[in-house]
């Protein structure tokens, strides 16, 4: 299970790093070509914001992965007992939904835009696309993890009662 855990992060802060450090490169030649030679890159503005796409939907799997994305935890402090376990389970359901919506929608725009191209670079939308149901399988790996490992406390706690 360890190393399940260990492998998805690995990769996931791989894709992370090389996105921004894509990032870095990009502005960097942006600023040389303008400023140094005079005659700015054509396709820098484009390949960034595409890869700051990609950096934030993987960032975003990333968030939910270490279950440090945004909550609002209103209702959550002030419930205790059935009612916290009812309202977990009711916020973890609606996150899966959204995820699997992402997941499903990225996925048919994928599909949809596969032969159109981006103006300046001429790049299929499919690979602007792709992060779409890539982020989508992180977080469902995200959150089957947290409810396997959810589950197996669970199940220890019976136990030793």
């Known amino acids: 299970m360890k190393n399940i855990d260990k492998t998805i992060d690995t990769i996931m802060k791989a894709v992370m790093a090389a996105a921004m450090f894509s990032l870095v490169v990009g502005g960097t030649w942006q600023i040389f070509t303008r400023w140094i030679l005079k005659d700015p890159s054509t396709f820098t503005e484009e390949f960034m914001r595409y890869m700051l796409i990609w950096a934030s939907m993987i960032g975003s799997a990333y968030c939910f992965y270490k279950d440090k994305h945004l909550t609002l935890d209103l209702f959550k402090k002030k419930a205790t007992g059935k009612k916290e376990k009812v309202l977990m389970v009711f916020i ?26 981006s103006s300046v670079m001429q790049i299929p939308f499919k690979y602007l696309y792709m992060i ?16 396997y490992q959810a589950f197996l406390v669970s199940r220890k706690s019976k136990e030793e009662n």
């Open 92 to 117: 973890e359901s609606m996150i899966l939904f959204f995820v699997i919506y992402v997941f499903v929608y990225g996925g048919s725009k994928m599909a949809f835009n596969a032969t159109n191209t």
């Open 132 to 147: 779409l149901p890539i982020s989508g399988i992180f977080i469902v790996l995200a959150r089957a993890l947290k409810y």
